[in-house]
Each structure stands twice: as structure tokens, then as C-alpha cells.
């Protein structure tokens, strides 16, 4: 951590002045004789610190803008937002280390996903067996390796393409067929599986791979200390503070403990169950029913899923941005799977740098001042030697065609150099 503090502060005495939440006008509007305080310092940059506490200073139960009888809502993506690596990856890893997937029906790999592509259930089918209870993926590399490249590579290992047909701002089947490679299990087997990850990774040194098929794969997380502290302090504020993932969402149950978030408050991706087990069809949100399998907790799902499960929008309406009384006040994330609901957000929003496109286009572009950057936490990116290509392929259509990022007028957002992110 001693870098961080070196970086965090420098930055820290840089002139950063933006709309609305600024340093100077935090230290006007605190009154720490009755707003709970960020307690946790080291690895924010800049006046980020200063600027959330001010959020929670006027937002929460002490705050000027409190609704009275109101809760004022914050909502954190998970995986590299709120720890260090992924749960889906951490669990799915876990998952083909002790031989836990079941075989599809009948043998027929598309019954698992209604994307997934004609090579890829050939080349499935032929890795693995079909006539066991769970599939041998300890010890048969070959299966485990076909199931890996899937997940992990979105193809084969062949290299032919493994899903297609998807809306790619409402879906990710790579992630979606995690959830659906849990059939056949109750969601209380499934939370035993996402512990027993969970305490691999938490025990594991940074930076520990472990072997998964005949290869290895990162075999570690972390939580935060800056992201427990700042849920903690929200909540203390009264804040209603939730966790939205493209994990499956009994994994996501399993982890969110460890930042004092219930199971009532995390949304990953659902199931649809039968008889107390999970099915291979995904719950759906808004127009989309259940079993249709196009919109998982991903992009523009993210906010049908807020704007249903928080807010209680039903139907077409659950698709749209809502008025900002519906609508959260804070969002955190770290990618272009969270842009939509990290726009929605009316006071600020949050961005773990991870040099992915969209979000750090529009998290520097700043348009109306509510967005703030911090490096990760545990091993930050250096920078982006390259800009964002923000004014030609920094966004990514449903059909899966790349064009420029636009603002709320229409007018392209510019390229972006990268200006955060660790020494």
C-alpha cells in the first residue's frame, strides 16, 4: 500500500474542481457530530473520499436532501467493484475442480443455452461423457478444457465461436451459462459450492493460480477494506444499499455477507426452479418472461433488474430510466456491463478503472460532473498507453457492432486519455 499512499497523496492536492461534489463544498455541508465518517483513507485518489463523504453527509439521515420516510438508494456492482477478481470465475473454477456439472439432457449441450452455436455443443459433446451423474472434470482434462474455453474464451478449443444470436446490451451467455450449468442442484447445494470457493480464495495469497484442466487460472480474491468501509458508512447513514451482479445469484448471496449486505439485497442472475432445483432457464425482467433466457442482470438488464427488484417497476416501464425520485442515488462499478445503471444514478457515480471503453469514456468525458475515478484497489492498472476510442468503436450496439459513445444530445464523446489509474 505504500505506492497507493504515495499516488493518493500527490493527487490528492491536484485543483480537482467539478460540479456539485467538490472537496471544498464537502468541508462546508459535513457535520460529523451527527454523519457517520469514512474511517478507511489509504487508495483513494484525489478528492474521492471527500466527495463521498459529502454524498452521505447530504444524503443520508443527517443530510439537507433526505426525504423524509425515504431511504436514498445505493447500488454496487460486485466483481471488481467491491473485490478483487470474480465469484463467477472463483466458483466456476471450484465447480470443475471437484467434478460438480451435471451433464446436459440428453446429452444435447444446447439444451443448456438457446445462444450457444452448433460447434460448440459438437465439440462439447465430444470432450465429455454423457452416461454419469456429474461430469469427471478432475481428472478429465479434455472435458474440463472444452468447458473452460466456452466460459471463459466465448469459443471453442478449436477457436470457433461458441454463442451467437444474443443482444449484447441485454445478455452475456458466457456469463449466463454459469448460472444455467448449475441445473439439477438446489440452490442450498449451490451456496455450499460458492462457500467452499470462497474460503479457497480468501485463504490463497494474491496472486495464487490453482490448476483448473491442464492449465491453471487465478486461484484468489479480496474484498476491499475501501469498499466494506464505504457500504458500512452508507448504511449507517440509512442508505439502502444493494449489490447487482452477472454472477449467479446464490453465489452472490454468499459473498455479499462479508460487506454486511443480506441475501434481500444482492440481484444476480436468477433461475427458474422446478421441484426446489435449479432449471437451465433464466428468471426474466420487465416484457421478458420467464425461461426466454435474452436479459440477465448485464447493461441495460442491470437496470431493468434495479428498477423491478428496488424500485418496483413492472412491465416495458422496467426497461426505461426512470423519474430520479425512482432512481438511485449512488452506483459503483468498474465496466461497460455497468454503464447503464451507473448513468442512472443522480448524485454520483463511482468507477473502478479497468480500462474497459464505454464507462471510462464516459466516467472522463464527465458530462454533468457526477462521476468520479479511483484506481483499483489491489494491483491498479498503469496507464492506458493508448486514448479510449471513444469518438469510433467505444460502444457496443445490441447487434454487437462497435461505433461511437454518444451523450444524452447526441453530440460523440471525444477520446479520452487515461488520467487515473496507478503510477
Known amino acids: ?29 459535513a457535520t460529523p457530530e451527527k454523519c457517520p465518517r469514512l474511517t478507511v483513507s489509504d487508495g483513494w485518489y484525489g478528492d474521492n473520499r471527500a466527495r463521498l463523504q459529502q454524498l452521505i453527509d447530504r444524503h443520508g439521515h443527517c443530510g439537507e436532501n433526505r426525504t423524509s420516510g425515504k431511504k436514498p438508494v ?58 454419469v451423474r456429474t461430469l469427471p472434470t478432475a481428472t478429465d482434462t479434455d472435458c474440463a478444457d472444452e468447458i473452460l474455453s466456452v ?81 458500512r458508512t452508507l448504511q449507517k447513514a440509512g442508505f439502502d444499499v444493494w449489490i447487482t451482479s452477472a454472477s449467479p445469484e446464490p453465489v452472490v448471496d454468499v459473498w455479499a455477507g462479508g460487506v454486511g449486505i443480506k441475501p434481500s439485497h ?63 442515488v449512488f452506483a459503483a462499478g468498474d465496466s461497460d456491463t455497468d454503464i447503464s445503471f451507473l448513468r442512472d444514478a443522480t448524485a454520483l457515480r463511482l468507477v473502478l478503472n479497468r480500462n474497459k471503453d464505454e464507462v471510462m469514456c464516459r466516467a472522463y468525458d464527465n458530462a ?17 498507453a493508448a486514448p479510449y476510442p471513444c469518438a469510433t468503436t467505444g460502444y457496443t450496439a445490441a447487434d454487437g457492432t462497435r461505433g461511437p459513445v454518444r451523450r444524452a444530445d447526441g453530440s460523440v464523446v471525444p477520446d479520452q486519455l487515461d488520467r487515473v489509474h496507478a503510477p
Not at 214 to 230: E, H, K, P
Request: net charge neutral; with cysteine; aromatic share 8%.
Open 1 to 29: 500500500m505504500t505506492d497507493i499512499r504515495r499516488w493518493a497523496a500527490a493527487a490528492a492536492a491536484l485543483p480537482l474542481t467539478v460540479t456539485g461534489l467538490t472537496a471544498a463544498s464537502a468541508t462546508a455541508h
Open 74 to 131: 445505493a447500488v454496487f456492482d460486485w466483481d471488481n467493484t467491491v473485490i478483487k477478481n470474480d465469484v463467477g470465475d472463483a466458483t466456476m473454477f471450484w465447480l470443475l475442480r471437484n467434478s460438480r456439472i451435471r451433464p446436459p439432457q440428453g446429452g444435447d449441450w444446447q439444451t443448456t443455452s438457446r445462444y450457444l452455436t452448433d460447434a460448440a455443443a459438437t465439440s462439447l459433446a465430444a470432450a465429455c461423457p454423457t452416461a
Open 151 to 231: 466460459y471463459g474464451d466465448g469459443e471453442t478449443t478449436s477457436g470457433d465461436a461458441a454463442f451467437t444470436g444474443f443482444d449484447h446490451r441485454r445478455m452475456e451467455p458466457q456469463y449466463a451459462w454459469l448460472a444455467q450449468l448449475l441445473h439439477g442442484w438446489t440452490t442450498r447445494q449451490v451456496e455450499s459450492f460458492a462457500a467452499a470457493a470462497r474460503a479457497e480464495n480468501l485463504a490463497a495469497p494474491i496472486g495464487a493460480e490453482q490448476r483448473v484442466g491442464s492449465g491453471t487460472a487465478t486461484g484468489w480474491v479480496r474484498y476491499y477494506d475501501q469498499q466494506r468501509d464505504l457500504v
Open 266 to 328: 444482492a440481484i444476480g442472475i436468477r433461475n427458474v426452479t422446478e421441484g426446489g432445483r435449479l432449471t437451465g432457464r433464466l428468471q426474466g425482467c420487465g416484457t421478458v418472461r420467464d425461461g426466454d433466457d435474452s436479459m440477465i442482470t448485464y447493461i441495460d438488464g442491470k437496470r431493468c433488474w434495479i428498477n423491478q427488484e428496488i424500485f418496483g417497476v413492472r412491465g416495458a416501464a422496467a426497461d426505461q430510466v426512470q423519474p430520479a425520485q425512482r432512481r438511485q
Open 368 to 384: 454533468d460532473g457526477r462521476w468520479i475515478v479511483n484506481p483499483m484497489f489491489i494491483q491498479p492498472k498503469p496507464r492506458k
